[in-house]
Nanobody
Framework: QVQLVESGGGLVQPGGSLKLSCAASGAIFRLNTVGWYRQAPGKQRELVADITNGGSTNYVDSVKGRFTISRDNAANTVYLQMNSLKPEDTAVYYC??????????????WGQGTQVTVSS
């Protein structure tokens, strides 16, 4: 199966920036829609942003204008640039990708998650 490995999380002060990466590995024929999700303790996991095959993007209202999702198909990598971070952005961030495996079908895969903490 495909594996998604996330990186880039950490501790940042309010107003700071972080860039998360999610690198997919395996017999990947094509990455379809990819999304970034986040989950804080005691809360439901929520969709933060996603990006389609053609590069169309969608963001939850709370991050519009601050976060940017992008993808590098050649590298099988998805990014989430997070600017003007707020304490309420604190959560574990996960990437999810619908992936077509070479000579097989499509399946959804989750990354392991990376912690983002915004605090002064």
């Amino acid at each position: 199966q495909v594996q998604l490995v996330e990186s880039g999380g950490g501790l940042v002060q309010p107003g700071g920036s972080l860039k998360l990466s999610c690198a997919a590995s395996g017999a990947i024929f094509r990455l379809n829609t990819v999304g970034w999700y986040r989950q804080a303790p005691g809360k439901q996991r929520e969709l933060v942003a996603d990006i389609t095959n053609g590069g169309s993007t969608n963001y939850v209202d709370s991050v519009k204008g601050r976060f940017t999702i992008s993808r590098d198909n050649a590298a099988n990598t998805v990014y989430l640039q997070m600017n003007s971070l707020k304490p309420e952005d604190t959560a574990v961030y996960y990437c999810n990708a619908n992936i077509h495996i070479w000579n097989r079908g499509t399946s959804d895969y989750w990354g392991q998650g990376t912690q983002v903490t915004v605090s002064s």
